[in-house]
């Protein structure tokens, strides 16, 4: 089994804990892979079932950087993700059949804090070693959750009104906004997400799920080249490079 290449499509059926969406067109559909059984059940109750599948991640993401791709199954999270996306792992110079991908847009759906920002880079870490073809024709998106909820009462004319924020920085910007509005801060209500399992199935759905109020960013190659590109993984992902990737962090954490 480990010398001859295994196909995650040698087997038909989708994964149980995949809920699928009722469209089978996949320029109408979207997959969100998930982390976690809790943001999943919202994700599910807050999604648009015609268009929007949800596959929730129950374990841990391997680390595939140093993974050969005939090996990359015994996960069976990658399995899963292999088989619900309709698509084979392949390599950066192979032209991969994707006649069955069965999404149009595969989006990352992980907490806005440094777990899920952790969860993310594995992810991503897998689709730019073993799905390269799908970041190259544009289907690998990261959805943009809200880390803070303003609430702020009614002023004047305006009713009271519910602000999400992604970051600190988007929070610092939004209260300098009300400050200048006159609101009385003293009654703003700031709180903070410590998970997507903390939103309702309604928050969850627009913040992150509505095409008309959700913030989804494309994942491009940029301006690297591959090269470029493989010598950056190497030095984050790479068990050998701990010292080379400590000293990134000390240069460029602060950017």
Known sequence: DLTRRKSALDTFALPGKLADCSDKDPVNCEIYI????????????????????????????????????????ANNE??????AIGVDPHGS?????????????????ADADVDGSHIQVLLLTLFFRHFPALIRKGH????????????????GRKPARTIYCLDERELAVERKKLEKE???????TVSRFKGLGEMSEQQLGETTLNPETRRLMPVT??????????????????RSEAAMRRAWMENNGDQ
Request: a negative charge.
């Open 78 to 83: 990658i399995h899963d993700i292999s088989v």
């Open 221 to 238: 190659f940029g301006d690297m080249t591959l090269s470029e590109s493989r010598e950056m993984f190497d030095m984050l992902m790479g």
């Open 34 to 73: 998930v982390e976690g059984d809790s943001a999943g059940g919202s994700a599910k109750k807050g999604r648009n079932k015609d268009f929007q599948a949800i596959l929730p991640l129950r374990g841990k993401v391997l680390n595939t950087w140093e993974v050969d791709r005939d090996r990359i199954f």
């Open 182 to 188: 006159k609101v009385n801060m003293e009654k703003v």
């Open 93 to 109: 110079d192979d032209e991969p059949d994707l006649s069955e991908l069965r999404y149009g847009k595969i989006c990352i759906m």
């Open 140 to 155: 690998i998106f990261v959805a943009r959750p809200p880390l803070f909820r303003m609430d702020v009462p009614k002023v």
